[in-house]
């Protein structure tokens, strides 16, 4: 999902994306909506949130992440 779409998502959540990154903006999506704030997060492409929004997006920037390190 690109970073317009979340921001119209949290918008429409009546929440200000103000000038957070991705990441930040799908942690506080994340928590408005009472889940984890677990986006990015995932250990070894393991994640058991199978119905969670943002997981396509997570796994991999994850998986980015790890790489990078």
Do not use: H
């Not at 506080?28 to 199978?50: I, V």
């Amino acid at each position: 999902m690109n970073m317009q779409s979340v921001r119209q998502i949290a918008k429409s959540r009546g929440i200000a994306p103000r000038k957070l990154n991705k990441i930040e903006l799908v942690r506080t999506l994340q928590r408005e909506e009472g889940n984890f704030d677990c986006f990015a997060t995932s250990y070894a492409g393991y994640c058991d949130q199978a119905e969670c929004l943002w997981r396509d997006d997570c796994l991999s920037l994850s998986a980015q992440q790890r790489k990078d390190s």
